[in-house]
């Protein structure tokens, strides 16, 4: 089945496409202290609502990029509703493919929870580098492994033990970029389960509703392998967090 009308249907229940609260969304919004028509670009933005918040918090202008055409969607509407006429546009396009009309004139980058686009943390740290001017700010969000992964676990998932680190490699991975890390945002386990329980909930209210869609069965049969991997296994050994990196007003200090 279509991908992302698989992420739709999962994900109808969630402000925030990411296994964090709409409290910690509010903290990183307030840290950010940015200027007043800021420049901004979110990558992988899901429903809109991180650059919601930016505009409605700063009169941030700039661009959310995703390629799910139903996440697009919703954030042009709740844009609509919440900062009519606002700086604040919506495209879908494969972040990757993103570039400034001109390097080092952004005040923030961000990334949260998609370094999958730019082929891994390092990677995401390394694309969004030149697009924010010095002293400007950098925003992704990633996983990182609690403890060891059982071999179980990777097996049932599909994840490769290599696809993730540690919190203290996350944040290393910038620092050795020319990047302050002045804050981090760390899940924990409640965060998880509202992030997870939500997409069991939102599968289930889709199968009640939409009973003759034919790719029910494979979203309701991903969902529970998923529900039973997450239980078993990933509660106790995924980690999850929010990184503030601020670029160095000059890169050699």
Request: glycine letters at 10%; charged letters at 30%; aromatic letters at 12%.
């Amino acid at each position: 089945m279509d991908t992302w009308k698989f992420y739709d249907i999962t994900h109808r229940e969630h402000l925030v496409c990411n296994p964090t609260s709409e409290e910690k969304l509010a903290r990183l919004v307030e840290l950010l202290r940015l200027p007043t028509d800021a420049q901004v670009v979110d990558i992988a933005c899901g429903k809109g609502e991180f650059l919601i918040r930016l505009a409605e918090t700063y009169g941030a202008r700039g661009l959310g990029i995703d390629i799910s055409p139903f996440f697009i969607a919703e954030a042009e509407r709740r844009i609509d509703l919440r900062t009519p006429g606002g700086g604040i546009g919506f495209t879908r396009m494969n972040g990757a493919d993103f570039k400034p009309d001109e390097p080092e004139r952004l005040d923030l980058a961000s990334c949260i929870g998609a370094s999958w686009v730019f082929g891994g943390h390092a990677e995401t740290l390394e694309a969004l580098y030149p697009m924010v001017r010095p002293g400007g700010w950098i925003v992704v969000g990633e996983p990182y492994w609690r403890q060891e992964p059982p071999e179980d676990y990777l097996k049932a998932s599909g994840i490769a033990k290599e696809a993730f680190g540690s919190h203290y490699s996350n944040a290393q991975a910038g620092e050795r970029l020319g990047l302050d890390l002045v804050h981090a945002i760390a899940s924990d386990k409640d965060d998880w389960d509202r992030y997870e329980g939500l997409q069991w909930y939102a599968t289930n209210e889709y199968a009640s509703t939409h009973p003759d869609d034919p790719d029910l069965a494979a979203v309701v049969e991903r969902v529970e392998k998923d529900k039973e991997t997450y239980l078993r296994w990933g509660r106790d050994t995924l980690g999850w967090a929010i990184y503030l990196f601020r670029r160095r007003i000059r890169r050699d200090q």
